[in-house]
Antibody, heavy 120, light 105 residues
C-alpha cells in the first residue's frame, strides 16, 4: 500500500525559513519523480515543484523560483521542500504527490498535506 | 499554459448527468488529468490522458477531448460525488491546474 506522509508544517514569520518533509512507503521510492502542490485557504490547487527520480531534474513554479528548493534522499525514502524568504502568500497546505510513472504523468498518490502559515 | 474551467459552480441533484469543461490556452494533445477533492482531503486522481479512467474509479466518470477542449462527465450523480473538481495539464512544466468547479447539491 503506497503511502506518502508530509510533516514539518507550522507557523513562521515573514522572511523566515521552513523545511517540510514527505516520507514515502510501500513503493520503490527511487523509481518515481515527486511533486509538491499547495493550496491556500479556500483557494485552488497550485503546482509548486517537481524532482525526478534520481534528483537530476528539478522544476519550479515562477512564484517560488529562487526561494524554494526541492530535494530528496532516496536512502531515506523522503522528499523535502526547503522554503526560504517566506511571504504571507505562501500560507497554504502543502501536499506531496507521486507521479504515476514518468515526468509528464499524473499524480496518483497524494499525502494528507501539512499546513504552513506565514504570519507575524 | 492556462486552463479555464466552466462552470465554477454547479448545482445538481442525485441522478443528474453533469458535464464540466476545461479549456487550455494552447494545444496540449491529451496531456490532461481530472482530480476530485473533498473538503479537508487530498485530491484524488479520476482520469488521465484525457479519457483513461484511473483504477478503482467508478465507470460513471468519463473524460473526453484533445488539443484545447476537454470535458469531464458524471453520468448519474451519486451523493459521494459532491466535491470540487480540477483539471490539470501535464504537457510541460509548470503543470498548472484549472481554477476548480464546485459541484453542490
Amino acid at each position: 500500500q503506497v503511502q506518502v506522509v508530509e510533516s514539518g508544517g507550522g507557523v513562521v514569520q515573514p522572511g523566515g525559513s521552513l523545511r517540510v518533509s514527505c516520507a514515502a512507503s510501500g513503493l520503490t521510492f527511487s523509481s518515481y519523480g515527486m511533486h509538491w502542490v499547495r493550496q491556500a485557504p479556500g483557494k485552488g490547487l497550485e503546482w509548486v515543484a517537481f524532482i525526478s527520480n534520481d534528483g537530476s531534474n528539478k522544476y519550479y513554479a515562477d512564484s517560488v523560483k529562487g526561494r524554494f528548493t526541492i530535494s530528496r534522499d532516496n536512502s531515506k525514502n523522503t522528499l523535502y521542500l526547503q522554503m526560504n524568504s517566506l511571504r504571507a502568500e505562501d500560507t497554504a497546505v502543502y501536499y506531496c504527490a507521486k507521479v504515476q510513472s514518468g515526468t509528464y504523468d499524473p499524480f496518483d498518490y497524494w499525502g494528507q498535506g501539512t499546513l504552513v502559515t506565514v504570519s507575524s | 499554459i492556462q486552463l479555464t474551467q466552466s462552470p465554477s459552480f454547479l448545482s445538481a441533484s442525485v441522478g443528474d448527468r453533469v458535464t464540466i469543461t476545461c479549456r487550455a490556452s494552447q494545444g496540449i494533445s491529451s496531456y490532461l488529468a481530472w482530480y476530485q477533492q473533498k473538503p479537508g482531503k487530498a485530491p484524488k486522481l479520476l482520469i488521465y490522458a484525457a479519457s483513461t479512467l484511473q483504477s478503482g474509479v467508478p465507470s460513471r466518470f468519463s473524460g473526453s477531448g484533445s488539443g484545447t477542449d476537454f470535458t469531464l462527465t458524471i453520468s448519474s450523480l451519486q451523493p459521494e460525488d459532491f466535491a470540487t473538481y480540477y483539471c490539470q495539464h501535464l504537457y510541460s512544466h509548470p503543470f498548472g491546474f484549472g481554477q476548480g468547479t464546485k459541484l453542490e447539491i
